[in-house]
């Protein structure tokens, strides 16, 4: 972005009525994902969520609440069907209350390879993902983001905007599934508990992994 609006304001030299046009030029795709995450550092919204196959088929259907706290805290509070899962900066809990089964693993490297982790992670959003504008519909404005490398398990991700408002995330998987999310209620920096970012497995429950320490 910087250099071109060094560009835009080398043109000044030529003609004053350039400033004009240098004004009137659109944003870049990426503006307002930008204006979203700029100053947030806490989060809470319901959500509904399904998965579809790649004929469109519902697969899954669930909904829950979203509790975030950047850096790389999150918790996604599964009420349908019976699930948790909570990200408390250094590992990543995975907890199926119906099966009472627990998946751990460390966040070695932060949430970088996880969807959440742009909302969640302090990296520059365009320095993993090519951002383009995916025109309106639906009355939201969207954007298309790939991932710059591969090996994340996903193609692409879709971000919907009423405004500046996050409200729609839609993500293509490597198997052909697509899992979109609507947002609600949705609360920008609200007082948040710390104890929303921390898991410890209930007696009784078998963990699989190993957390880091």
């Known amino acids: 972005m910087n250099g071109l609006w060094r ?3 080398g043109l000044l030299l030529f003609a004053g009525v350039t400033a ?5 030029a659109p944003p870049p795709a990426a503006h307002r994902l930008e204006v979203f995450l700029h ?9 509904r969520q399904s998965v579809t196959d790649d004929h469109g088929r519902v697969l ?3 909904r829950g609440t979203l509790y975030l706290e950047r850096p790389d805290r999150f918790r996604w509070d599964y009420r349908k069907p019976a699930e948790l899962l909570v990200s408390d900066g250094r590992n990543l809990w995975f907890y ?12 070695a490297r932060g949430l970088g390879d996880l969807p959440v982790g742009l909302l ?5 959003v365009e320095s993993r993902f090519r ?23 996903f193609e692409w991700i879709r971000l919907g905007f009423r405004g500046d408002l996050l409200v729609r995330m839609e993500l293509r998987d490597s198997l052909g599934q697509t899992t979109h999310i609507a947002f609600s209620h949705v609360r920008r920096n609200p007082p948040l508990a710390a104890s ?3 898991f410890t497995p209930p007696p009784g429950v078998d963990v699989a992994g190993t957390p880091a320490r």
């Open 196 to 198: 929303l970012f921390r």
């Open 131 to 153: 951002v383009t504008a995916a025109g309106a519909a639906d009355g939201l404005h969207w954007l298309l983001l790939t991932p710059r490398e591969k090996g994340g398990g």
């Open 39 to 47: 100053g947030l550092e806490r989060l809470q919204a319901d959500f």
């Open 20 to 24: 004009v046009a240098a004004a009137a």
């Open 96 to 107: 199926d209350r119906g099966l009472e089964q627990i998946t751990v693993r460390p966040l």
């Open 120 to 124: 969640a992670g302090t990296r520059s």
């Open 7 to 9: 560009g835009l304001a």
């Open 60 to 62: 899954q259907r669930s």
